[in-house]
């Protein structure tokens, strides 16, 4: 019954932000670890960010580093992925995954397209 559904996702130009979110729910999303990962066309899956159960500690991909912040609200069962100085590299199906007791659930994604 586990549940992941992304929203935020859209048609962006060069240099613009959009903050996508995953809510949540089925399963104990407070001792899960979260990640964002993203698929381009011609191009395998690869991790964009994950972060903690707690929050605490925070990974990135180098590609995205300093551009996009992963957070979470643990309370709201919801994971945030910002993303500011976006580059049409940046495009993209992006999901939203969980792992907890060695499972990983996977949201459908949702489609950023960064185009002039």
């Known amino acids: 019954q586990a549940q992941l559904v992304e929203s935020g996702g859209g048609l962006v130009q060069p240099g613009g932000s959009l903050r996508l979110s995953c809510a949540a729910s089925g399963f104990a999303f407070t001792i899960s670890v979260m990640s964002w990962y993203r698929q381009a066309p011609g191009k395998e899956r690869e991790l964009v960010a994950g972060?903690?159960?707690?929050?605490?500690?925070?990974n990135y991909a180098d590609s995205v580093k300093g551009r996009f912040t992963i957070s979470r609200d643990n309370a709201k069962k919801t994971v945030y992925l910002q993303m500011n100085s976006l580059k049409p590299e940046d495009t993209a199906v992006y999901y939203c995954?969980?792992?907890?007791?060695?499972?990983?659930?996977w949201g459908q994604g949702t489609q950023v397209t960064v185009s002039s």
């Open positions: 972060i903690s159960s707690s929050g605490g500690s925070t």
């Open positions: 995954s969980a792992r907890r007791a060695g499972v990983v659930s």
